[in-house]
């Protein structure tokens, strides 16, 4: 609608080279919408969760609507208060291995696909594809399913291996393989953006490049090393950078797992334990200084991606 | 856009022995790596096509074959609840589908097509914006939806999604309409179509694939969602499907599950999501990895 009252303008002042007017309202007309959304969605929350965070917003200030300001001790609770440090310590480290094996399995898989024959490349990349394609909530009843401890198959397959006793072993039931199998799950979802963009990557190694490095008396691993790995390392960054923004984000898999199993605190990564501090605590205060640091870690990993996107859109 | 498909094809080369021995053993070690991955979506769909008698035995039943029903499903569907939070899911997506379209589609003619004051700005927030996770602000979203009373509405939550789906719909559009040369259109009009004709009659058309794309992320994001739909809807009756499947698994340790009723409900869920990603998946790695692939 916006172009067509604007229209005129244009071909007035510069019919030739249409994207450089500067005193046009026209694109400003157009990202209103976007920004406006922006702002209401994202901005005001943001800015509502900055302030709280320097507040002592607890279940008391809710009825009163009084929270007194605290300047930054929320901040000094959340780096000193070993509760939440072990919150942060197990994402972390959870985010970080899984991201580390989702990448490495991804390799893994997008070397298969060049190894493998027609057939099987289009076998693995449709099987990946269905994989990939499962929203988060079904793929999630379906693995608490297979982990069932009563009738599920992970247990009935291991318990068949001699010297295995898995009969109604309960993975939900310790913080360690609660986690493993939140690992696992996870890395299941992943793998396949990662296999897809790393054989994309691939796919631009020459035969000829390949072929001459065979000639020459490389083997295998030197191919990869000193071949493969340089030439897809923009890639590569950029994949590991996303999955390890992604798997800090694990909120989903987590609630639900803890749904199936135990809510316990122990069993908690960021996005459970804000929840829980939220809605559960009505401690909005430190909820919101806990987000502030979620936000500000997602920041700082992605800044490169970012700049990187950014330099695409200037060319 | 081709850059899955391989470069170079061998053309016409015989391949020695050994080499063709070794593409066979890798092939087979692909094909076992694909069933292993897929066996969760068969074990979903087998599953949901076995009568309950049969899953409450202690050795599973890995082919359904002569026991096939469809009761699971029945049951789902007789459920009003499957049809209440369908309702829910199915509105809430329009909306953000629709709006998401419309807000990005002028936002990203804005940016690939003008140079304006604050444009690198806007930019900047909206790739920031894509990568910010749900769990980093859904507290304070909660608080605001909550406090203008919106909580277990479509509205509420629509804006919530708008907002965190339209940044990446823009960055995706602006791909599309920066590869539409503006030159097409200044042909046109120096045939005689007034800027708008132009644009109506020789981008818009090109643009349609980018659209379609673009809208089926929209709606992936939108039937996905879980994280802000379970603080801001919290009334039974307001469910979507994600939250309403959930409900099947809550306090699973505790009680007895239908779990064949639990799988017919995933993949009734599950479904379209399957065929709409795979409309688009091509589009997806590239555009998120693309820059990087092309070096």
């Not at chain 2, 419309?102 to 604050?118: E, Q, V």
């Not at chain 2, 479509?154 to 823009?170: H, N, Q, R």
């Not at chain 2, 064949?260 to 995933?266: D, E, L």
Request: glycine content about 8%.
């Amino acid at each position: 609608m916006t172009t067509v009252q604007a229209s005129p303008a244009e071909r007035d002042t510069a019919p030739a080279t249409p994207p450089t007017q500067r005193s046009s309202k026209v694109p400003h007309a157009l990202i209103l919408p976007a920004v406006i959304i922006l702002l209401i969605g994202m901005g005001y929350p943001l800015i509502w969760q900055i302030v709280t965070s320097t507040q002592k917003f607890g279940l008391s200030s809710q009825f009163s609507g009084v929270a007194p300001f605290v300047g930054i001790d929320n901040y000094v609770t959340l780096f000193t208060d070993p509760v939440i440090w072990a919150v942060v310590g197990r994402s972390l480290l959870f985010c970080i291995v899984t991201a580390a094996i989702t990448v490495i399995w991804g390799g893994l898989f997008a070397l298969l696909m060049k190894a493998a024959g027609k057939v099987g490349r289009l076998i693995l990349q449709i099987c990946l594809l269905l994989a990939w394609s499962m929203p988060v909530v079904a793929a999630m009843t379906v693995w608490i399913w297979l982990f069932d401890y009563r009738r599920g198959v992970v247990n009935y397959l291991l318990n068949m291996l001699p010297g295995v006793e898995m009969d109604r072993y309960n993975w939900l039931d310790t913080p360690g393989t609660f986690f493993l199998v939140a690992s696992i799950i996870v890395v299941w979802m992943s793998v396949p953006f990662v296999a897809f963009s790393l054989y994309a990557g691939l796919t631009q190694v020459s035969d000829e490049v390949m072929e001459a490095a065979q000639l020459d008396g490389s083997n295998g691993w030197q191919r990869v090393r000193f071949i493969i790995l340089p030439m897809i390392r923009p890639v590569l960054m950029i994949v590991l950078l996303l999955q390890l923004i992604w798997d800090l984000r694990v909120f989903a898999q987590i609630q639900m797992l803890q749904d199936a199993g135990s809510g316990a605190g122990e069993f908690d990564l960021l996005g459970t334990y804000i929840y829980k501090l939220g809605t559960g605590g009505g401690d909005f205060g430190m909820a919101s200084a806990v987000s502030i640091f979620v936000l500000a870690i997602t920041i700082a990993i992605s800044w490169y991606y970012v700049r990187s996107l950014l330099k695409e859109d200037e060319n | 856009m081709a850059t899955l498909a391989p470069t170079t094809q061998a053309p016409a080369r015989r391949p020695r022995d050994p080499r063709r021995i070794r593409r066979i053993l890798w092939s087979a070690v692909a094909i076992i790596a694909a069933l292993i991955w897929v066996f969760p979506v068969y074990w979903m769909v087998s599953s949901s096509l076995l009568p309950n008698r049969t899953l409450m035995s202690f050795i599973p039943t890995f082919f359904p074959g002569a026991e096939t029903t469809f009761a699971n499903y029945r049951n789902v569907v007789a459920d009003g609840s499957f049809f209440s939070a369908l309702g829910m899911s199915v509105s809430i997506t329009l909306i953000v589908v629709v709006c998401c379209l419309i807000f990005a589609f002028l936002a990203a003619i804005a940016i690939s097509r003008y140079k304006f004051r604050g444009r690198k700005s806007f930019v900047l927030a909206v790739l920031l914006v894509q990568m910010l996770p749900a769990e980093g602000l859904f507290i304070a979203q909660y608080k605001m939806i909550s406090s203008v009373g919106l909580l277990n509405s479509i509205i509420g939550v629509s804006v919530i999604y708008i907002a965190a789906v339209v940044p990446f719909t823009i960055w995706m559009l602006r791909g599309f309409v920066a590869g539409i040369p503006a030159e097409l259109e200044e042909a046109a009009m120096v045939d005689g179509l007034s800027r708008p004709q132009a644009f109506m009659r020789i981008t818009f058309p090109l643009l349609a694939p980018g659209l379609v794309a673009s809208g089926v992320f929209a709606f992936l994001q939108a039937w996905n969602e879980f994280t802000v739909a379970l603080v801001i809807l919290q009334s039974n009756s307001s469910q979507t499907l994600p939250l309403w499947l959930r409900g099947f698994i809550q306090n699973s340790a505790s009680r007895e599950i239908d779990w064949g009723q639990v799988m017919a409900s995933s993949t009734l869920v599950a479904v379209p999501v399957i065929i709409f990603f795979l409309i688009v998946q091509g589009r997806m790695t590239s555009g998120l990895v693309g820059g990087a692939v092309k070096g």
